[in-house]
């Protein structure tokens, strides 16, 4: 589901070339393509599109799901829709665009997968050349908050890094190793080490707050292999249109965590008060940390 963007493109592409059978489905295909079929249903949408995909699917398949968008969903929204059990991938690859569609390049094989589809989802990627290992709920957990922290991260760094420079969008690589003294791995670090503790803070990652060791040690590989990863794909540029129509389970459910949501104006750094790097970030590229905040509260009912 989702043969259109670039990780579906990708996979449908693989899915031929090793003469699998499979059944690519895109907005306008009947939804009755799901009856009499069997085996992995593959969701590579959009994470805003993942409620109407559900209601396509019946729910006697729902146990064959495989949630692409690893890193995005959260426990909460998962539980209230049934499928706290599904399986979920959280990728680290770069899915080709242009005369490179329907091709992908492992992300220094980060990838991981856990759930009752995972053999599958690790089975197919390795036919695209893609490492992934089947992990337990934990370590998936870890690695799907790396995830989403880069997701949340690069895409406003890049993006800033932009307006500052006034050039095109700065790639991945230019943000770790600094852009003209703007862009800088320092900044890249302070913007992840601050999302992390956020994270850390939620229901959903709350093994990290065993003791003041464990946070420290989990925050710092977790900044460390955000770079990493990063550097692995250099030249690629986060997507701003999927970051924004993401935006809800990326950059606001950190916002929802933060206190200063309760007050609108809290986001502008009144005198006294600890500057919230996040914050200013999104402004800079546009978008209002508030309303975002608000628009995740509802995205996450």
Same mark, same amino acid.
């Given at each position: 589901?989702? +043969?259109?963007?670039?990780?579906?493109?990708?996979?449908?592409?693989?899915?031929?070339?090793?003469?699998?059978?499979?059944?690519?489905?895109?907005?306008?295909?009947?939804?009755?393509?799901?009856?009499?079929?069997? #085996?992995?249903? &593959?969701? +590579?949408?959009?994470a805003?599109?993942?409620?109407?995909?559900? %209601?396509?699917?019946?729910?006697?398949?729902?146990?064959?799901?495989?949630?692409?968008?690893?890193?995005?969903?959260?426990?909460?929204?998962?539980?209230?829709? #049934?499928? %706290?059990?599904?399986?979920?991938?959280?990728?680290?690859?770069a899915?080709?665009?242009?005369?490179?569609?329907?091709?992908?390049?492992?992300?220094?094989?980060?990838?991981?997968?856990?759930?009752?589809?995972?053999?599958?989802?690790?089975?197919?990627?390795?036919?695209?050349?893609?490492?992934? $290992?089947?992990?337990?709920?934990?370590t998936?957990?870890k @690695?799907?908050?790396? @995830?989403?922290?880069?997701?949340?991260? &690069?895409?406003?760094?890049? +993006? $800033?890094?932009?307006?500052?420079? @006034?050039?095109?969008?700065?790639?991945?690589?230019?943000?770790?190793?600094?852009?003209?003294?703007?862009?800088?791995?320092?900044?890249?670090?302070?913007?992840? #080490?601050?999302?992390?503790?956020?994270?850390?803070?939620?229901?959903?990652?709350?093994?990290?707050?065993?003791?003041?060791?464990?946070?420290?040690?989990?925050?710092?590989?977790?900044?460390?292999? $955000?770079?990493?990863?990063?550097? /692995?794909?250099? /030249?690629?540029?986060?997507?701003?249109?999927?970051?924004? @129509?993401?935006? /809800?389970?990326?950059?606001?459910? &950190?916002?929802?965590g933060?206190?200063?949501?309760?007050?609108?104006?809290r986001? &502008?750094? +009144?005198?006294?008060?600890?500057?919230?790097?996040?914050?200013?970030?999104?402004?800079?590229?546009?978008?209002?940390?508030?309303?975002?905040?608000?628009? $995740?509260a509802?995205?996450?009912?």
């Amino acid at each position: 589901v989702g +043969a259109s963007g670039r990780v579906g493109t990708a996979l449908v592409a693989v899915c031929a070339s090793a003469g699998i059978p499979h059944i690519p489905v895109r907005r306008d295909t009947d939804d009755g393509v799901f009856e009499g079929t069997a #085996g992995p249903i &593959f969701v +590579a949408t959009h994470a805003s599109d993942l409620d109407a995909v559900v %209601r396509r699917v019946p729910r006697e398949r729902h146990r064959d799901l495989a949630f692409l968008q690893g890193g995005l969903l959260r426990d909460g929204w998962l539980e209230r829709r #049934g499928l %706290r059990s599904a399986t979920q991938a959280a990728l680290y690859l770069a899915a080709g665009t242009g005369t490179d569609q329907g091709a992908m390049r492992d992300g220094g094989g980060a990838s991981v997968a856990h759930g009752p589809r995972a053999a599958d989802v690790v089975r197919l990627l390795a036919l695209g050349g893609v490492a992934c $290992a089947a992990v337990d709920e934990k370590t998936f957990a870890k @690695k799907a908050l790396e @995830k989403l922290l880069w997701a949340s991260a &690069f895409w406003v760094l890049c +993006a $800033a890094g932009s307006v500052e420079t @006034k050039k095109k969008p700065l790639t991945v690589g230019e943000i770790v190793d600094g852009v003209n003294g703007v862009a800088t791995k320092k900044r890249a670090e302070r913007l992840l #080490g601050e999302l992390f503790d956020v994270a850390a803070s939620r229901r959903d990652f709350a093994f990290l707050r065993e003791n003041d060791a464990t946070q420290n040690g989990a925050r710092e590989t977790a900044v460390e292999n $955000a770079l990493a990863y990063s550097r /692995s794909i250099p /030249s690629a540029v986060p997507d701003r249109e999927m970051a924004r @129509k993401e935006a /809800s389970f990326r950059n606001g459910w &950190f916002l929802m965590g933060q206190e200063t949501i309760k007050k609108r104006n809290r986001f &502008f750094n +009144a005198p006294g008060e600890r500057a919230s790097l996040h914050a200013d970030l999104l402004l800079l590229v546009g978008v209002d940390p508030a309303e975002l905040a608000a628009d $995740a509260a509802q995205t996450h009912l």
